[in-house]
C-alpha cells in the first residue's frame, strides 16, 4: 500500500528531501516527523478549506487531523479570518500595553468554564502548562507535580518525562521511575515530579498517602487524548477531586485538547468535575496561537501583585485575541456543540459499526469529536495497557489504507481524530464508505 500512497505524493517526496537539507528532519515538530509515523515521509500541504486539506499534489483530504486540534471550526474560518484581517489592517499586533479587547476574551472564558474565575494567556499548551504549575507551587509552597504515564504537557524541562516511556526502563507499573522524554533535560528536574499510572485510584491514593505533603498539584488530561483518548474509569476523577481537596493539593486539569471541543466547559463541563486550575489552548484559537491558564480567584490572585511573574512579549498579541474573540463567539451559538456532536458521533458510531461488522478485535473510543481507533483484544485504561495490546502495525494499515484514499489523520496510534463544526454529513459518509473498503481489506 506505501507504494501506491507514494506514487501519489511525489511532490511532497521532493519537497522533504529539499527541506532536510535546511531543517532537521525537515519538519518543525516532533509530531510531523518521519520518526512520529509520517514514513517515508510527510504530506506537505498547499492548503486547507473548511474540513478539507489538499497537498502539494492536488490531493484532496477530508480532514480528521485538523492540525492537532486547533482547526476546530474548519480551516480559514470566515469570520475568525475576518477579525485578523481587520486587526492586522486597522490595529497592529504587538504594543506591550493592554487592550480592551483581552478583558473582553477573558470575560468570554469565565462565562464559558464556571470554575475559572481569573485567566491570563499565553501562547502555547507549553507556556500554559508553566504557568500553572509554577502557581501551584508558589501557592501551596510545595514542589512536586504529579504526573501521569502516557500524558503530554508539552515540552518544557519540567514535564517532559514518562510521556510514552519504554517499559523496560519505566519501573514497575504501580510505581513508575521517571523517564526522561530523550536526552538534553537536565538530570534532577524529575525529583520534584511524581509519576502514577492514570486510572488508578489506589495508586493516586497511596502516593497522596506517602508524599502529600510535598505535592503542590495533580496535572492531568481529564481525558488521556495523548494516548489515544483513553476515558477515565467511572469515579476516577471524582476520587481525583476528593483526594486532592483533603490534601490541600491543588488539581490542574490540562484541557488543550478537550478544552473548547467537548462542550464549551470542556471536559470538566461534561465530567462534571471542579479543578482548581485549567489550561486551555488549541480549540480556544481557531488556528492562531492563544493559549490561556485559569482557575481560584485565589492562586490566579498571586499574580495580581506580581508575588508569581508570568511574562511573554507575545502573549495576548492582538491577532491572538482577535482570533480567540472570534472563535468564543462562533462556539458559543446555541446548539453548536449539538450539530458539533451529530456529526461526530455519525461517523464515531458509523465506524464502531463497521468495525464489529468485520470482527476485527477494533473499538472506537473517545467522546464526540476526539477519538482513536485501537486495534486491541481487551478494553485499554493505561499507557501500559497500550504498551501490551495495541496492535500498532494493524493501526498502520488501517491509517495507510485511509490516507491512500483521501482520508487524512495522524499516523500514530497515540494520537487522536478530530472533528470540526465545517465536517459535513457528507464528509462523514464517504469517510464511512471508504472506512468500510479499507477495514474490509484489513482482515
Ligand atoms: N497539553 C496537552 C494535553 C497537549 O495535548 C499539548 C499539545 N499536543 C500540550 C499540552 C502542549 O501544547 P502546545 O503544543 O501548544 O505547546
Request: glycine residues 10%.
Amino acid at each position: 500500500i506505501a507504494l501506491k500512497l507514494d506514487r501519489r505524493t511525489l511532490a511532497s517526496a521532493q519537497l522533504f528531501a529539499d527541506a532536510q537539507r535546511v531543517i532537521p528532519g525537515g519538519v518543525n515538530s516532533t509530531a510531523r516527523a518521519t520518526w512520529s509515523g509520517w514514513e517515508p515521509y510527510p504530506i506537505f500541504v498547499a492548503s486547507g478549506h473548511g474540513a478539507h486539506v489538499v497537498d502539494v499534489d492536488g490531493n484532496d483530504y477530508v480532514d480528521y487531523l485538523l492540525g492537532l486540534g486547533p482547526m476546530i471550526l474548519g480551516h480559514r474560518p470566515a469570520k475568525v479570518t475576518r477579525a485578523v484581517v481587520r486587526q492586522i489592517e486597522e490595529v497592529g499586533t504587538v504594543f506591550a500595553l493592554p487592550a480592551a479587547a483581552e478583558a473582553e476574551l477573558a470575560r468570554k472564558i469565565v462565562a464559558a468554564v464556571p470554575s475559572v474565575e481569573m485567566v491570563r494567556l499565553s501562547n502555547t499548551g507549553t507556556e500554559a502548562v508553566l504557568y500553572a504549575t509554577r502557581l501551584a507551587r508558589a501557592f501551596t509552597g510545595r514542589r512536586r507535580i504529579v504526573r501521569f504515564e502516557g500524558m503530554y504537557h508539552g515540552f518544557s524541562d519540567a514535564v517532559y518525562w514518562s510521556k510514552h516511556p519504554d517499559l523496560a526502563s519505566a519501573g514497575p507499573d504501580e510505581q513508575p521511575v521517571p523517564v526522561a522524554q530523550g536526552p538534553g533535560l537536565p538530570k534532577g528536574v524529575e525529583d520534584n515530579l511524581l509519576i502514577l499510572p492514570w486510572n488508578d485510584v489506589e495508586a493516586l491514593r497511596e502516593a497522596i498517602r506517602v508524599h502529600g505533603h510535598e505535592i503542590a498539584a495533580v496535572l492531568t488530561e481529564p481525558m488521556m487524548c495523548n494516548t489515544g483518548c483513553i476515558l477515565p474509569r467511572p469515579g476516577y476523577l471524582e476520587a481525583m477531586r476528593e483526594l486532592t481537596a483533603a490534601a490541600g493539593i491543588l488539581l490542574i486539569f490540562d484541557e488543550v485538547i478537550t478544552g473548547f471541543r467537548l462542550g464549551l466547559a470542556g471536559a470538566q463541563g461534561v465530567f462534571g468535575i471542579t479543578p482548581d486550575l485549567s489550561v486551555f489552548a488549541k480549540g480556544l484559537g481557531g488556528g492562531f496561537p492563544v493559549a490561556a491558564v485559569g482557575g481560584r480567584r485565589d492562586v490566579m490572585a498571586l499574580v495580581s501583585d506580581g508575588t508569581v511573574s508570568l511574562a511573554g512579549t507575545y502573549t495576548a498579541n492582538g491577532i491572538a485575541v482577535a482570533a480567540a474573540n472570534a472563535t468564543l463567539d462562533e462556539l458559543a451559538v446555541p446548539g453548536a456543540y449539538d450539530r458539533l456532536y451529530e456529526t461526530s458521533d455519525r461517523l464515531r458510531h458509523g465506524l464502531a459499526e463497521i468495525f464489529a461488522r468485520s470482527g476485527l478485535p477494533a473499538h472506537v473510543v473517545g467522546l464526540g469529536p476526539v477519538f482513536q481507533v485501537w486495534f486491541a483484544d481487551g478494553p485499554i485504561h493505561s499507557y501500559r495497557d497500550a504498551e501490551r495490546r495495541a496492535d500498532q502495525a494493524m493501526f498502520r494499515r488501517w491509517w495507510l489504507g485511509m490516507i491512500e484514499r483521501g482520508v487524512l489523520f495522524h499516523p500514530g496510534a497515540y494520537e487522536n481524530l478530530f472533528v470540526s463544526f465545517a465536517h459535513t454529513k457528507a464528509d462523514i459518509d464517504v469517510t464511512l464508505a471508504i472506512a468500510a473498503e479499507v477495514v474490509a481489506r484489513l482482515r
